[in-house]
């Protein structure tokens, strides 16, 4: 079977307009998570990191748009077009373009939007995506809850395998919109302060928002520096409650565990894991049972909701990308704000950014309606 590459890259964050930016903060284990009061997205402050509206609009004017876009809209688009660029591949029928979001422009069913109410269906945000650069194939949008950046990497491949693509663009964000935030208030599983992934002093979420691009290829031929080979992916939904995960970390131990067998390695080959780590107290449970049942308890994991928080839909991408830095840079960044273990089962949580050499990286993600899915990336040879 052809291998599968995730190649050029863009991160538009609360760190700045591009990965590199994001990667040398969260070396220096600076966080982007910052006080935020404002009672019209929530009465109380919150936590959350936040994409300046301003600097986005400044960047998305020099793309030259020929209408109005929502503040979402401008964020991917800002984002996309730097992979294109990048890319420089012709957009025919060989390129596919997949779009992942749990809410898309929710904040255009607002009453004070100036946008059509029409505007907050996903199937329209892809097609904006899709006329703004001129993709030939129409656009495939991924929805599936918290998992939705890292589905799209292993849709993106497998519709490469099948000879459907030689190449797929994906685009991923979501917004922190009072809609949202509501709805985690809720469940009170929002944070007072910054949250504290797998630590005993958790408390919960901040929710963060972001716009994350890369491309997936079979061809080997102009890779970004920094590119990785997917060796393995897998997806399993545990079916246990719309907001809960199992208990016993069923759904994320067989995704990761048809992860390994697709990549034909070991859990012992895996050197690093970038791991979903919400900072609620199910979650962080739920994984740490997930990986000691899988045998990877030693392997070094991280969290990167301390320094984006949780970027819903984009998070799975977001945080592969990062981890293509690590592999690539043979870092290992800090799990920000982990102090002490608060699970029942060991897990080697990174306390300190450090050098260490890199091949192989596991990025896992669960989401509401107990779906899971793990990608198993590897280093490519020089």
Do not use: W
Request: aromatic residues 8%.
């Amino acid at each position: 079977m052809n291998s599968t590459y995730l190649s050029h890259n863009n991160i538009v964050s609360s760190f700045g307009f591009d990965s590199q930016e994001a990667v040398i903060n969260i070396k220096n284990e600076l966080s982007g998570l910052q006080l935020v009061d404002n009672p019209k997205m929530l009465p109380e402050p919150f936590y959350s990191s936040l994409v300046p509206a301003d600097k986005t609009r400044a960047v998305f004017e020099t793309l030259n748009p020929k209408q109005e876009y929502t503040r979402l809209e401008q964020m991917l688009l800002v984002s996309l077009e730097k992979v294109i660029a990048k890319s420089d591949l012709e957009l025919n029928d060989r390129v596919g373009l997949i779009i992942s979001t749990t809410k898309g422009n929710i904040d255009a069913l607002s009453e004070d939007s100036p946008f059509n109410k029409d505007r907050a269906y996903l199937g329209e945000l892809g097609k904006i995506v899709q006329s703004f650069f001129g993709f030939k194939t129409d656009p495939i949008v991924v929805s599936n809850a918290c998992v939705s950046g890292i589905l799209a990497v292993a849709i993106a491949k497998r519709f490469i395998q099948q000879g459907r693509f030689d190449h797929v663009f994906i685009v991923s964000g979501d917004l922190v919109t009072p809609f949202t935030l509501s709805g985690f208030q809720s469940f009170q599983a929002l944070s007072p302060t910054r949250c504290r992934p797998y630590c005993k002093t958790r408390s919960g979420i901040n929710i963060g928002e972001v716009a994350a691009s890369a491309l997936v290829t079979k061809s080997a031929d102009h890779l970004s520096e920094e590119a990785v080979k997917i060796l393995g992916d897998a997806s399993c939904n545990d079916a246990n409650h719309i907001s809960g995960p199992s208990r016993t970390g069923e759904g994320l131990y067989r995704a990761v565990r048809s992860a390994l067998d697709e990549a034909t390695i070991d859990s012992e080959e895996i050197d690093y894991i970038s791991a979903h780590g919400t900072a609620t107290p199910f979650n962080d449970e739920m994984e740490a049972i997930a990986f000691d049942r899988l045998g990877l308890h030693g392997t070094p994991l991280n969290s990167l909701k301390g320094y984006f928080g949780h970027t819903l839909g984009a998070s799975g991408l977001l945080e592969a990308i990062v981890g293509m830095y690590s592999l690539h840079q043979n870092t290992l960044f800090a799990s920000k704000g982990f102090q002490e273990l608060g699970v029942s089962r060991p897990i080697n949580v990174i306390t300190k950014t450090v050098q260490k050499e890199l091949k192989t990286f596991l990025k896992t993600a669960s989401g509401f309606g107990g779906c899971n899915a793990a990608i198993i990336f590897q280093k490519l040879k020089k």
